[in-house]
């Protein structure tokens, strides 16, 4: 695993399990309460717009915290982040099926928040490492793929368990998929020893990381703020798009899975693409093709015509999938990596959340189908910002570090 050796005698293979098992496991554990957490907290007696706060929680924590995570990350290593971060999602799992006041339920939802910012960064700082820079895009998308697969996979699990144990199976399946990733994760080799001898002075903080970085962050990072901010949107618009139609729900949960279904299939080639020809050949078509697909969403009359955008929309996706992890490692320096992707994953976060909310807003100030045009042009706009500056400052090359 170590990056001195010959590029090319190194294997994804060789590093499948410990590397990418964990995140398997831990997307399986939320994918399984994802859905019921929203049921949990209305059973305990939340109102609708309660049980959706409860929900944002998950992200409001994984926002908060990635930061400190990248701090913990830099100081007791990836492995140790990860088992960690499995500790800390055991913790606040307790709390949620333990817990019977709505408070302390919600307390435990923004612990797992805290804890996927931690594991998130621990892996993808890992990755950086353990993978020459030559496989990267293939490395950071397979990683972004088989967790959406386990996202796709940890509800009808979690199903069969709510089947039969009622509400609380969905939480003790989640259990045992963070304890077994966190076990996976202890296995990992730890990287200290071949990070070697960094440059010498103490380790760069936050702040100086960011004024050493900014014009990265001002201008790669805002696209990548967009692209997040589009791709959390697209989970919104399907659904309520679909209930605008008419459509019942069974449909629209088929037109939902089908997007995922495309969205799962296609990560590995577009990290291929990356590896070969540049992160420029897939960023552009993935944001160009949800961009176009958005605006052409209010324009679709039925379940067809909606299953046709809805597919689009996931393989644009599907093929930036890593993309922004691809990006992070490759602007990330050496000396204080963690930190920079802990700066790097909040701003991805922060795009994530505003995403919905300026979906939200649109629709009650103008009309749902304006709200899903204007998502689509942020689309476009991500597509122009990162053509245009992702060649302009230091772009990925085989051998740089």
């Known amino acids: 695993m170590n990056k001195t050796a010959n590029p090319g005698d190194f294997s994804l293979w060789s590093i499948a399990v410990p590397a990418f098992g964990p995140s398997l496991l831990f997307g399986i554990g939320e994918g399984a309460i994802l859905p019921v957490i929203p049921l949990s907290a209305r059973d305990m007696g939340a109102t609708l717009a309660g049980a959706a706060l409860v929900v944002s929680l998950i992200g409001v924590g994984s926002l908060v915290s990635n930061i400190p995570a990248s701090i913990l990350t830099a100081r007791f290593g990836e492995r140790v982040g990860m088992v960690g971060a499995a500790g800390l999602t055991l913790v606040g799992l307790l709390l949620c099926e333990l817990s019977h006041d709505l408070r302390l339920f919600a307390a435990g939802v923004f612990l797992i928040g805290a804890a996927a910012a931690v594991f998130n960064l621990a892996r993808q700082s890992y990755l950086t490492e353990a993978v020459p820079p030559i496989l990267r895009a293939r490395a950071m998308s397979t990683l972004g793929g088989v967790g959406r697969i386990g996202l796709f996979a940890g509800p009808f699990i979690g199903a069969l368990a709510i089947h039969l144990l009622g509400l609380s199976g969905a ?164 000396h204080g990596r963690a930190q920079f992707l802990g700066i790097w994953r909040f701003l991805s976060d922060a795009g994530g959340s505003s995403g919905p909310a300026i979906l939200a807003g649109l629709t009650a100030a103008v009309t749902l189908s304006f709200g899903i045009a204007a998502t689509g042009l942020l689309g476009l706009a991500a597509a122009a910002v990162l053509g245009y500056w992702v060649p302009r400052n230091k772009p990925y090359a085989p051998g740089r570090t």
């Open 171 to 334: 939480y003790w399946v989640a259990a045992v998929a963070v304890a077994a990733a966190g076990a996976v994760a202890w296995g990992l080799p730890d990287l200290l020893g071949d990070h070697g001898p960094g440059p010498a002075g103490p380790m760069p903080t936050v702040r100086s990381l960011m004024a050493q970085h900014r014009r990265v962050f001002l201008t790669v990072g805002i696209g990548v703020l967009l692209v997040s901010s589009v791709r959390s949107s697209r989970q919104v618009v399907v659904p309520l798009w679909a209930d605008n139609l008419g459509l019942n729900p069974a449909v629209t949960s088929l037109i939902y899975g089908l997007s995922g279904a495309v969205d799962m299939l296609v990560f590995y080639p577009a990290g291929r693409v990356m590896d070969r020809k540049g992160r420029t050949w897939v960023a552009v078509p993935s944001m160009v093709l949800m961009g176009v697909s958005l605006l052409l969403m209010p324009l679709t009359a039925g379940a067809v015509s909606l299953l046709l955008v809805a597919m689009l929309i996931g393989f644009g996706n599907g093929i930036g999938s890593g993309l922004i992890m691809t990006l992070g490692a490759d602007y990330s320096p050496r």
